[in-house]
């Protein structure tokens, strides 16, 4: 089973588009290691499969990766493949898997067939997803960080707490405020931005259950029980010190 | 009434759109520039077009569309990367080759520029 509050990202940055998701996932983390979860964070090089493997075995309740991928398969530093299709989907089994990556959540692809072979659910894009504009080529650019943070927004969710679902719906909003932000903003490439959110919007595909949550939050059960035990050792230890006293 | 409330909704859009074809009038494309035109000018192509913006909204059969995509794309060097995607980049030339021969993803694209044309329609219930 594996265990809550823990999350893998996987964060490639060999070239301008895995650089662009690179920048803008780590603003994310900062956010989600605020929540107290636990992210297992393979960056740049670590990006390989010997490191995703090894990590997978700590047994990680969800996985955000960026990178290069396909209908048949995802890939992290220099397009090393990290899961294919046919080949070892069962690594996700019991987990929630997002991939900010193209066309691995085309309809029979990989993201469908993770989540048929055990995965809670899958979050991922059916066709090319649109990551920035060579007219502002910089991962820092308002251009970038409109087409970036709509999929951030997935993960902010589910380190608060929420379902597949309700982080789509925020990720759409999240959407919908850059495109006004764009409509309102007199940019000479406006249009192309907003053409471009609203691709990257409409791409978005879920598998599996939707209503699943990523279990990237301590239940409240286990927040209880474990406040319970401190306390009673507290108590214990206040017990021994008096009668020692 | 019509008018102002086109007025109003063609100062809303983003200004590339203005000479963009978005309402099909008896198989005549006209821009957000060209119907307030006709509307202010009051003829008949302007009260069709108000009619049809009023009660069916935009236009979306698919040779609009691309067009549409088409005549924002001129504005780019048809062989520079515009677009940079996870899976490496794409030059105009590139999506207006897969629109034009609607393959699997030139359609995802015509569709988007549908979503679009719904997103600027919606943009009515505020005017």
Same mark, same amino acid.
């Given at each position: 089973?594996?265990?809550?509050?823990?999350?893998?990202?996987?964060? @490639?940055? $060999?070239? /301008?588009?895995?650089?662009?998701?690179?920048?803008?996932?780590?603003?994310?983390?900062?956010?989600?290691?605020?929540?107290?979860?636990?992210?297992? /964070?393979?960056?740049?090089?670590?990006?390989?499969?010997?490191?995703?493997?090894?990590?997978?075995?700590?047994?990680?309740?969800?996985?955000?990766?960026?990178?290069?991928?396909?209908?048949?398969?995802?890939?992290?530093?220099?397009?090393?493949? *990290?899961?294919?299709?046919? /080949?070892?989907?069962?690594?996700?089994?019991?987990?929630?898997?997002? *991939?900010?990556?193209?066309?691995?959540?085309?309809?029979?692809?990989? *993201?469908?067939? %993770?989540?048929?072979?055990?995965?809670?659910?899958?979050?991922?894009?059916? %066709?090319? $997803?649109?990551?920035?504009?060579?007219?502002?080529?910089?991962?820092?650019?308002?251009?970038?960080?409109?087409?970036?943070?709509?999929?951030?927004?997935?993960?902010?969710?589910?380190? &608060?707490?929420?379902?597949?679902?309700?982080? *789509?719906?925020?990720?759409?909003?999240?959407?919908?405020?850059?495109?006004?932000?764009?409509?309102?903003?007199?940019?000479?490439?406006? &249009?192309? /931005?907003? $053409?471009?959110?609203?691709?990257?919007?409409?791409?978005?595909? %879920?598998?599996?259950?939707?209503?699943?949550?990523?279990?990237?939050?301590? @239940?409240?059960?286990? %927040?209880?029980?474990?406040?319970?035990?401190?306390?009673?050792? $507290?108590?214990?230890?206040?017990?021994?010190?008096?009668?020692?006293? | 009434?019509?008018?102002?409330?086109?007025?109003?909704?063609?100062?809303?859009?983003?200004?590339?759109?203005?000479?963009?074809?978005?309402?099909?009038?008896?198989?005549?494309?006209?821009?957000?520039?060209?119907?307030?035109?006709?509307?202010?000018?009051?003829?008949?192509?302007?009260?069709?077009?108000?009619?049809?913006?009023?009660?069916?909204?935009?236009?979306?059969?698919?040779?609009?569309?691309?067009?549409?995509? !088409?005549?924002?794309?001129?504005?780019?060097?048809?062989?520079?990367?515009?677009?940079?995607?996870?899976?490496?980049?794409?030059?105009?030339?590139?999506?207006?080759?897969?629109?034009?021969?609607?393959?699997?993803?030139?359609?995802?694209?015509?569709?988007?520029?549908?979503?679009?044309? !719904?997103?600027?329609? !919606?943009?009515?219930?505020?005017?």
């Amino acid at each position: 089973m594996p265990i809550s509050g823990t999350l893998l990202v996987i964060q @490639p940055d $060999f070239d /301008v588009a895995t650089r662009f998701c690179s920048y803008w996932m780590e603003r994310t983390i900062e956010h989600i290691t605020e929540k107290r979860i636990r992210a297992d /964070v393979l960056k740049g090089g670590n990006a390989n499969l010997e490191e995703f493997v090894s990590s997978i075995q700590k047994d990680p309740a969800a996985l955000w990766g960026a990178g290069h991928g396909n209908e048949e398969a995802y890939s992290g530093q220099n397009l090393v493949v *990290l899961l294919r299709k046919g /080949v070892n989907e069962e690594l996700m089994v019991g987990r929630v898997c997002h *991939l900010l990556s193209c066309r691995t959540g085309a309809g029979g692809g990989l *993201l469908e067939s %993770v989540a048929e072979k055990g995965a809670v659910a899958c979050i991922g894009y059916a %066709v090319d $997803f649109i990551i920035g504009l060579a007219v502002e080529p910089y991962a820092e650019s308002k251009m970038t960080q409109s087409l970036c943070e709509p999929d951030c927004e997935i993960e902010k969710v589910f380190a &608060d707490g929420g379902t597949c679902i309700e982080a *789509l719906e925020a990720s759409d909003n999240k959407s919908e405020r850059w495109v006004e932000y764009w409509r309102g903003s007199g940019h000479p490439d406006a &249009d192309l /931005v907003i $053409f471009s959110i609203i691709s990257n919007r409409d791409a978005k595909r %879920v598998y599996g259950v939707p209503e699943a949550t990523s279990r990237l939050t301590v @239940p409240p059960v286990r %927040v209880a029980a474990l406040a319970a035990f401190w306390l009673g050792m $507290f108590g214990v230890s206040v017990a021994l010190l008096r009668r020692g006293g | 009434m019509t008018v102002s409330r086109i007025e109003r909704w063609v100062s809303m859009l983003p200004r590339q759109e203005l000479d963009q074809p978005c309402v099909s009038v008896d198989g005549r494309w006209l821009t957000p520039k060209q119907m307030l035109s006709e509307a202010r000018a009051g003829t008949e192509l302007g009260r069709k077009a108000q009619a049809i913006w009023e009660r069916l909204g935009l236009g979306t059969d698919e040779e609009m569309l691309i067009e549409r995509i !088409k005549h924002r794309l001129e504005r780019y060097s048809p062989d520079k990367p515009l677009f940079i995607t996870v899976a490496g980049v794409l030059t105009p030339r590139q999506m207006l080759a897969e629109v034009e021969a609607r393959s699997d993803i030139g359609r995802t694209w015509i569709q988007t520029e549908r979503s679009y044309l !719904k997103y600027m329609d !919606k943009l009515k219930e505020r005017v």
